[in-house]
Nanobody, 127 residues
Framework: DVQLVESGGGSVQAGGSLRLSCAAS????????MGWFRQAPGKEREGVAA????????YVDDAVKGRFTISRDTIDNSVSLEMNSLKVEDTAMHYC????????????????????WGQGTQVTVAS
């Protein structure tokens, strides 16, 4: 199994920034991809950004493109999400996910593509 622990959520004013981090442990060799999803109250979980741990394809959802950056640290098996120019509509529980995902799946990662999830970290953006 793979264990994922997120950190870095919080509350900010619109236009502010936050950085989320996700540390992976356990049998991480089974996963080639890590990503971030978010779920707002009453809405479905949606993909935000994802990348291959070994390098290569990077997915960033159109809603956050130009504002959010996903990055990886292969030394400590972690992935981060730098969130700038935050908007009220970015308010959601943000989840880290990991699994083995093929190139087709990386075009538009879905929650069903991932079996390993963190507990989530709340991001709240006030107007």
């Amino acid at each position: 199994d793979v264990q994922l622990v997120e950190s870095g959520g919080g509350s900010v004013q619109a236009g502010g920034s936050l950085r989320l981090s996700c540390a992976a442990s356990g049998y991480t060799y089974s996963s080639n991809c890590m990503g971030w999803f978010r779920q707002a109250p009453g809405k479905e979980r949606e993909g935000v950004a994802a990348l291959y741990i070994g390098g290569g394809s990077v997915y960033v959802d159109d809603a956050v493109k130009g504002r959010f950056t996903i990055s990886r640290d292969t030394i400590d098996n972690s992935v981060s999400l730098e969130m700038n120019s935050l908007k009220v509509e970015d308010t959601a529980m943000h989840y880290c996910a990991a699994d083995s995902v093929g190139p087709i799946g990386m075009l538009d990662p879905q929650p069903t593509d991932f079996n390993y999830w963190g507990q989530g970290t709340q991001v709240t953006v006030a107007s």
